[in-house]
């Protein structure tokens, strides 16, 4: 384990770190903690070495915001009030879940450019209609570094399988929900990768649908209605890794399920999903289009396998193969 990231890491920072990296079996994990970064191929998106270790999944008892009682057999969207604890049930049973070896995670999302030299090499059959369409009715054409949308995990398995014959290995997928979480709260237990509260310049969500949950006017928020592109705002959290809050929901390699189902291991969320092939997938992480309680790391979503929507997108992991 200790070469393989040595040498991934080392093809871009140099011999140097190599050296020192085989005298101390620590030192990737002090890498990941500076959040160094690397990037395999001139075609391969940036990674950010995350650490072995553990940490709980799903939401602490009474951290949602949502102002509406929506959830249980018969729900009846009553506004709750102030006082109220909206504890979601998809969100829960909370629960540790450990990772027995480092893995790399997508610096940022990827990219329309990064999707369409998939396009470009004949590896991606679908080509995304990249635009920002607005709330008057008006469309707006999104540039090479907004993150791409319009695109469903079954079109995101091509490009993950695009990226393994650049490097020769079956080591690129879409992250389990566990790894997403993980590498989102960066060792932290706040309700946002960057802490329990938001602002306009570390996150890209709605002001309408946060001032709707808080029961109060925000004018300190803005509504941008569109993705942003992937390095733009203050948006990386302790472990540099982009917009794991918002800018556009996150499909993952995890099948969708009404409650936690105590997974112990991320090994366990990837025998399920291989179980459940067709299931539909795990969202994490909010989109523009949405309140701030929505990009909780605890919060949960789920899409269709063969659905495209222009608020949902993806980034990768690198594993050891």
Same mark, same amino acid.
């Given at each position: 384990m200790r070469k393989f990231w040595t040498a991934i890491i080392g093809a871009f920072l140099g011999s140097q770190l190599i050296a020192e990296a085989a005298q101390d079996?620590?030192?990737? #994990?002090?890498?990941?903690?500076?959040?160094? @970064?690397?990037q395999e191929c001139a075609q391969c998106p940036e990674m950010i070495v995350i650490p072995k270790g553990s940490f709980l999944i799903g939401a602490k008892k009474g951290e949602s915001r949502n102002p509406f009682d929506a959830?249980?057999?018969?729900? $009846?969207f009553r506004?709750? =009030?102030? #006082?109220?604890? !909206? !504890? @979601?049930?998809?969100e829960f049973p909370r629960h540790k879940v450990s990772f027995e070896a480092p893995f790399a995670i997508g610096r940022n999302e990827i990219t329309f450019k990064e999707w369409m030299e998939c396009v470009n090499a004949q590896? /991606?059959? #679908?080509?995304p209609e990249h635009i920002a369409l607005?709330?008057? +009715? $008006?469309? =707006?054409?999104? +540039?090479p570094n907004h993150p791409v949308t319009d695109v469903s995990f079954l079109d995101a398995q091509e490009y993950v399988a695009w990226l393994n014959s650049l490097v020769g290995s079956s080591v690129y997928r879409l992250p389990t929900e566990a790894e997403w979480e993980y590498a989102a709260r960066s060792g932290m237990e706040t309700r946002f990768a960057q802490g329990d509260d938001l602002t306009k310049e570390q996150a890209n969500f709605s002001r309408r649908g946060t001032e709707q949950a808080r029961r109060k006017p925000m004018p300190s928020l803005v509504n941008r209605n569109a993705p942003v592109p992937v390095n733009e705002l203050d948006a990386a959290n302790n472990w540099g890794v982009r917009h794991m809050s918002g800018n556009v929901a996150e499909m993952t390699m995890s099948c969708w399920t009404r409650a936690h189902l105590g997974f112990k291991s991320n090994q366990d969320f990837l025998k399920y999903f291989y179980k459940n092939?067709? /299931?539909?997938?795990?969202?994490?992480?909010? &989109?523009?289009s949405t309140g701030m309680d929505h990009l909780r790391l605890a919060s949960r979503a789920q899409v269709m396998? $063969?659905?495209?929507?222009?608020? @949902?997108?993806? &980034?990768?992991? &690198? @594993?050891?193969?």
């Open positions: 079996e620590f030192k990737i #994990h002090e890498l990941a903690q500076d959040f160094e @970064i690397f959830y249980g057999p018969n729900p $009846t506004l709750l =009030e102030p #006082h109220e604890e !909206n !504890n @979601i049930p998809q590896a /991606c059959t #679908h080509v607005f709330p008057n +009715g $008006t469309k =707006e054409l999104l +540039g092939p067709s /299931c539909n997938v795990v969202l994490k992480g909010g &989109r523009y396998p $063969t659905w495209r929507w222009r608020g @949902i997108g993806f &980034r990768v992991v &690198r @594993i050891e193969k």
